[in-house]
Nanobody, 123 residues
C-alpha cells in the first residue's frame, strides 16, 4: 500500500506559477512510476504528466508541454509538478498517482492515488 499526499495548490492569477508536491509513504517510492492528473466537475480525469521510476524520462499531455515540468526526488519520496504560465483552463483538482507501469498515461493503469489538491487560476 502506498499513501500519497498532494500539497501546493491554491488560487493564483493567470500567468503565475505554482509547484505541486506529492509525498509518498513508502520507502519503495522509487519502484513506482508517477503521474499527475487533473479533473474538473463533470469531466473525466485527464492526464497531465508522468515520470519513470528513476526520473530519466518524462511525458506530457499537449496542454502541459512547455509550461509544466514533472520531476521527482527519490531520496525524499516526493514527486513535483512545476506549473508556469498558468491559464484559467488549468483550473482543476490535481491528483498524483503511482503505477507499476512505466510512463502510463491511462489512469486505469495507476494503482494508488492521492486525495487531490485544488488549483484555481483567475483571469
Amino acid at each position: 500500500q502506498v499513501q500519497l499526499v498532494e500539497s501546493g495548490g491554491g488560487l493564483v492569477q493567470a500567468g503565475e506559477s505554482l509547484r505541486l508536491s506529492c509525498a509518498a509513504s513508502r520507502r519503495t517510492f522509487s519502484a513506482y512510476a508517477m503521474g499527475w492528473f487533473r479533473q474538473v466537475p463533470g469531466k473525466e480525469r485527464e492526464f497531465v504528466a508522468a515520470i519513470t521510476r528513476s526520473g530519466d524520462s518524462t511525458t506530457y499531455a499537449d496542454p502541459a508541454k512547455g509550461r509544466f515540468t514533472i520531476c521527482r526526488d527519490n531520496a525524499k519520496n516526493t514527486v513535483y509538478l512545476q506549473m508556469n504560465s498558468l491559464k484559467p483552463e488549468d483550473t482543476a483538482v490535481y491528483y498524483c498517482a503511482a503505477a507499476t507501469w512505466v510512463l502510463a498515461t491511462n489512469p486505469n493503469l495507476y494503482d494508488y492515488w492521492g486525495q487531490g489538491t485544488q488549483v484555481t487560476v483567475s483571469s
